[in-house]
Every structure is written in structure tokens, then in C-alpha cells.
């Protein structure tokens, strides 16, 4: 009988004495009201917008809140978003469910909305921002999303891009890609049957990962995709339930390489590793000498 290790851990890293940097809040509502937003999209069946794929990513606006409804087939759409909004107008992406079932989002047959501009199409089914280099400093800002079933981010899966070619995923595909933001909030969602279920990238910060399901990924035969993989200034993992990777595949559950990581209040259970946490790769995230004193030297 194979033997499930299970660890629950709490990790706290001392960041209280860095002031200049706002860590996402673990306390904000999920009952987000239309009324408070300018621009309310509602996706589905008989509404306005028929799939995501209408929404118009491209020129969202702060105050947005896009809610899409559960239908019985999944929605077959890939999008980016890239809205720099504020902590008093953010940019809302929520499933409403039905019955508890979350609206699924697979990559598998996908199509990207025509005219989008989404880079690197291949490593997401769902993206925030698109870093094209140093001098691209308008990132995203304030994005949540909540309560989705996103999958199918799978090398031998395949979809159209936003030139109409049709590509399979890379090996590192993630259920979300988070390239490039600050304050970004993961919430309520299933992460799985992707390479990583998420992966996010050193231009990111101030990251709250909360009360997800993330399993069954991972890259079958290959160490080096996991359920998460993150590099992050500043990120929470709290109240995840963390499965088994897919069959086959010997990655780790939690990697991180972040500085300023808090893992706390987590059910992580199997992978080569249930936890990871390594260095970061970017000279950015320890060179620092304020977050090499609070983020990587102070931890209980």
C-alpha cells in the first residue's frame, strides 16, 4: 500500500518591520457587491457576454468585476489580464457557482480571444500581465480571482492562439500564470491537471494564494513542475488544500523560492517534496539589504 506522507506546517516569516512593503490581506471579502463597480461583465449562459472570450480583456478598466456563471460544458477560453487597477477599484474575475460547482475553465481545445496581446501563450491558461522588459513598468495591479475550476494546461493538449495557430502547451504550463503585478489574490479556486497548477514570476508581489484545491499536476516522468511554483516579494499560502500530484509525475507539491514567504493553516499532502523552499534565482529579491535582514534572516 503506498504510504501518504502528510504534513501540516506553519511557516512565519518576520516581516512586520518592513514598512514599505504592504503584504496582500488575508481579510478581504469575497461578497463582492456589482453595485460597487462601474463595469459589471456577467458570462454564460443567456447573459450578455456568451463565454470569457467575449469579455474585452484587452481594454479592461479599474472598477471591473467580471462574474462568470457555471454552465454544464466547460469554457473552452484562454485570456491575460493586464488592468493596473487600485485597492478601492480593483479587477474582480469570480465563478458564481451552482450547487457548489465551480465553472470550469480548461485549456484543452482553447481559444484565445482574436486581436488580444498575449505573450508567451504556451506556459497559462489564464495569465496576469505581460512583461515585455525593463522599461515596462505599468503592471497589473489589484487583480483577484476567485472561485474558478481551471485545467488543462498540459503538454499534449492543444489550442488556438490569438493568431488563429493552433500550439500545445510547454511542459511549465500553469492552470494561472502570474508574471508580472502587485497585489494579486488567488482565492477558492481548483488548480489542477496543468504542468503547474500556479506559477508565479520575481516581478510579482504582495501575492495571497487562499482556500484552493490544487492537485493532480505536474509533468508525468519529469522533476521539475509542480502544484505550485512560486518567486514572489512578499506571498501567503493559507487555508489551501494541497493533493497529490498527477500519477506519474515526481515534482514537488510547494515550491518557492520568494523572499518573504508565509505558509500557514495548509493540508499539503505527497510529492517528492511536500515542501520546497529554495533561494531565489534573482539577484533583486536578496540583494536588498532591508529584505535580506526581515524576509530571508528572521523566520519562526
Known amino acids: ?39 459589471v461583465y456577467e458570462v454564460g449562459p443567456g447573459k450578455a457576454y456568451e463565454t470569457p472570450n467575449d469579455v474585452p480583456w484587452e481594454s479592461l478598466q479599474p472598477s471591473s468585476i467580471v462574474r462568470i456563471h457555471w454552465r454544464a460544458e466547460p469554457y473552452r477560453s484562454k485570456w491575460v489580464i493586464t488592468t493596473t487597477a ?10 458564481v457557482p451552482n450547487q457548489g460547482r465551480l465553472p470550469v475553465i480548461t485549456g484543452e481545445n482553447a481559444t484565445t480571444r482574436q486581436g488580444m496581446y498575449y505573450l508567451n501563450e504556451v506556459r497559462s491558461v489564464v495569465k496576469v500581465g505581460n512583461y515585455t522588459g525593463s522599461s515596462d513598468t505599468d503592471r497589473p495591479a489589484y487583480i483577484y480571482i476567485e472561485n474558478l475550476d481551471i485545467q488543462n494546461g ?30 494579486i489574490t488567488v482565492r477558492g479556486c481548483n488548480l489542477h491537471m496543468c504542468g503547474n497548477g500556479l506559477f508565479s514570476g520575481h516581478f510579482t508581489k504582495n501575492v495571497l494564494i487562499a482556500q484552493n484545491h490544487i492537485y493532480d499536476n505536474g509533468v508525468i516522468g519529469r522533476y521539475y513542475e509542480h502544484n505550485t511554483y ?17 500519477d506519474g509525475c515526481i515534482g514537488n507539491n510547494l515550491k518557492d523560492r520568494s523572499a518573504g514567504t508565509v505558509i500557514r ?27 535580506m535582514i526581515h524576509m530571508f534572516m528572521e523566520t519562526f
Open 86 to 95: 487600485t485597492r478601492e477599484e480593483p479587477v474582480v474575475v469570480m465563478g
Open 1 to 39: 500500500m503506498k504510504k501518504l506522507n502528510i504534513l501540516m506546517i506553519v511557516i512565519l516569516i518576520d516581516i512586520l518591520s518592513v514598512q514599505s512593503i504592504a503584504f496582500a490581506s488575508s481579510t478581504t471579502s469575497t461578497n463582492w457587491s456589482t453595485s460597487s463597480f462601474k463595469y
Open 265 to 291: 493553516y495548509n493540508w499539503i499532502e505527497s510529492g517528492n517534496r511536500q515542501l520546497d523552499l529554495v533561494n531565489t534565482d534573482h539577484d533583486e529579491l536578496f540583494n536588498d539589504q532591508v529584505i
Open 154 to 183: 498540459y503538454p499534449t493538449n492543444r489550442f488556438t492562439d490569438r493568431k488563429g495557430n493552433i500550439n500545445n502547451y510547454a511542459n511549465n504550463a500553469a492552470a494561472i500564470h502570474l508574471e508580472e503585478g502587485n497585489h
Open 230 to 246: 512560486t518567486e514572489s516579494l512578499g506571498i501567503i499560502y493559507e487555508y489551501n488544500f494541497f493533493g497529490p500530484l498527477r
